[in-house]
């Protein structure tokens, strides 16, 4: 008779988390363009800032929303079809991977931007190796 219930629980707490598992996977992606901000930096104060703490500035800025202004100094596609935005120095600037969804439904947008242009990043910011890393980023217009 104990077993059943022994058993029974364990059922159930299988479930509870299979359930809160399958729930977290199918989670909708978030809208960048719809979070609050929690920083609006001008990209070369990030940078220096970067480069002169970087594990301050890592806990400051890591997992946090920025909105970035800055210069664009190169546009690319990655392998898998991602665009990428660098802004201020292609060795050591801020690398903006835009949001797929956001991407594919604003081509023209990213189209029209050009090497030397002023731009508006808005995005998620991943930390620093050799560059920032902002994924996912949307353009703030």
Known sequence: MK???IIGGILLAILAGAGIGLKMFFKPH???SKLDTDFKVEATALINEFQQDETASTTKYSEKVLEISGKLVAKSKLENGTDLL???DEMQGISCQL???WSAANQPVIQSL???QSVK???ICKGYLMEIKVSPAVIVK
């Open 3 to 5: 077993a059943k219930y």
């Open 30 to 32: 978030a809208d960048i």
């Open 86 to 88: 660098v802004l201020e």
């Open 99 to 101: 949001d797929s969804a």
């Open 114 to 116: 050009e090497a030397g």
């Open 121 to 123: 990043v808005k995005g």
